[in-house]
């Protein structure tokens, strides 16, 4: 093993771990540690240090990188937990349409998931005096036989590719049938997001080049949004040697599926969330009544249910027909 390239791997957690720990000693001082917590954008490196872990696990062992992705992955659950209440909460607050009780509601809800993060600072050891979590997680990553750079790198691209091929797969099984917002829309977002996240985990790894002639239907994909969003810009190579390139249009095409598909995860989840106060204020009230009722309340703008999940499988049946996926590694 090179010690050159031990650091790679490590620096890979390392930077993003940089990132975490003094938005953990903040926390672990103010009068609130949740909201301190949340509010300094914590979910950012905890996504990436779960990315990271899922490679992992997969390309070097099972142990010690499961533990740490289940670790990271919960806390960042709970973080959204909070985001997705707060979130519905200051969008619906100057809602005209929209009740103070149903307003009190979201804000509480807020809270109550807030007090369940700090429960999981403190019984986990994300805060505390001995600051135990971090300290495993430095401890079981300086114990890591980190491969080689040539190694690591193709071990990621076969990890990359693998991903997809289980992606298309699950479409091709027919297992995303877009009944549903949260099993169905989000979780298909969710998977395919991954293949944006690694990149940017992967500090300049993996970079975007036009490799291959890019068809006319990709197109409507590349739109000034996407091309320019700040997402899609990777991190500088710097000492990578071992780049692995992935088609630049085709990946903007990816992002473009997976904001539009946010799009419509973000309206359906709001029917939810309105009708999920509905539900708390009148006891046995039907959830697809009360989201029948939370649509007509959020106006004439906001998407029926069924109209989100039916754009949702379109636009989603279209992209896998065009076999982007398969097209983003060269």
Known sequence: MESTTQANGLQR???FLNLLQPILDKAAGADNPALSFYQQGARTPLFMLEALSRIYRKTLSEKPFKKMKDR???????????????????????HPAISQQAKDYLAKRMNEELEKLKDLMQEDGWIGDDNKRMKKINEKLSEVEWQDSEKDSEEIKTFYQETISAIVASIDKGEINF???????????????????????LRGLMQLKTVNQTPEYISKYLTPEIVNSSFNKMPEAKDETHIIYLDANHFYAMSWLIAELGKLKDSGLKIEAVAETMMAAEAGLDKHIAEE???????VE???????????????NT???????QQLLS
């Open 13 to 15: 957690f390392n930077y």
């Open 72 to 94: 990271f992955k919960e806390l960042e659950d709970q973080l959204g937990a909070v985001d997705y209440y707060d979130a519905f909460s200051k969008e619906l607050a100057t």
């Open 179 to 201: 009944d549903n917002v949260e099993e169905d829309v989000h979780e298909l977002r969710r998977e395919i997001r991954w293949l944006s996240i690694y990149p940017q985990a």
């Open 293 to 299: 009722k939370a649509t007509v309340l959020l106006g």
């Open 302 to 316: 906001q998407m029926k249910m069924k109209e989100i999940l039916e754009k949702s499988k379109s636009i989603s």
């Open 319 to 325: 992209f896998f027909a065009e076999k982007v996926l």
